[in-house]
């Protein structure tokens, strides 16, 4: 097959094209800092920085996750231990009030002590961490405790408007966690002891108070002991996993940044390498095209 001149020239406009593609590729790489700028160019490599990326984001929201449940904890928690300290004062209370020495007048100074420890708690009950109330259940709009008052104003009961529904969110694939505690379960008999202390306290019932109203009262100490400890085997758990969260996404960030960003020095030499081909290619071309009419007419 005979090669003629026009048939070089455009091959060599084509190698041209090739060779101007290249750089551009090459130059969008060095200007983005990415591999891949386009989906085209490396379909595969696209399709395996999508499912990082998506694995990121499930990762991110797995850990904001864990970090919202461990300040709901953290939260409710705070509450508890401001009740220990209530409760601890109450016991104080029923151990002076057992005492037969004691006038009348000052057991009801210390029954209004608990009553006054005992509208607080009602309040205490009612915390919120944000918007949502701690202790209601999934009920977290509203206030789950209400008091009932009697005729003399003191509290006859507290009523439950709450439910006993946990509240769950997902840390990881197919792992789902509750963090919230019943309110029902945690301050239905505290509310109770409280308001039988403060009524043994009135009438001076001594006996109730040294046989029944300390056992009840170390009664529910323990009990909110266990819901601390259930709270703090929670965080436990949940920092672990907030631990194994930061390291996978410290790993996936890893292999992104492998699959997506450039070698920086590597993507240097190619560009140079590639404009010192290109320059190669046009001064060939230069050559190709040079001859005029009269030369090929010799």
Known sequence: MRVTNNMMAKKMLYNLNQGMERLGR??????????????????AAVARI???RTSLMETDQYRDNVDDMLSWLEASDSVLSSVGEALHRVRELVINGANDNLPDESRHALADEVDQILRGLVFTANS?????????G???AEAPFVTVVGADGEIESVAYNGDSGKLEVEIGIGIVMDY???GDAVFAEIFSTLIQVRDWLRAGDCDELSETGLAKVTECTDDLLRWRSEIG??????????????????N??????????IDLAEVVMELKMEENAYRTALASGARIIQPSLLDFLR
């Open 252 to 261: 996936l960030q890893r292999l992104l940044s492998q699959t997506e960003d």
């Open 26 to 43: 090459l130059n969008d790489k060095l200007s983005s800092g990415k591999e891949v700028t386009l989906p085209s160019h490396d379909p």
């Open 128 to 136: 919120t961490h944000g918007v949502r109330h701690l202790f209601a």
């Open 233 to 250: 085997a929670k965080v436990n758990r949940l920092e672990m996993t907030r631990e194994r969260l930061t390291d996978f996404r410290l």
């Open 180 to 182: 919230n505690l019943p």
């Open 50 to 52: 999508m499912r990082l």
């Open 138 to 140: 999934h009920r977290t």
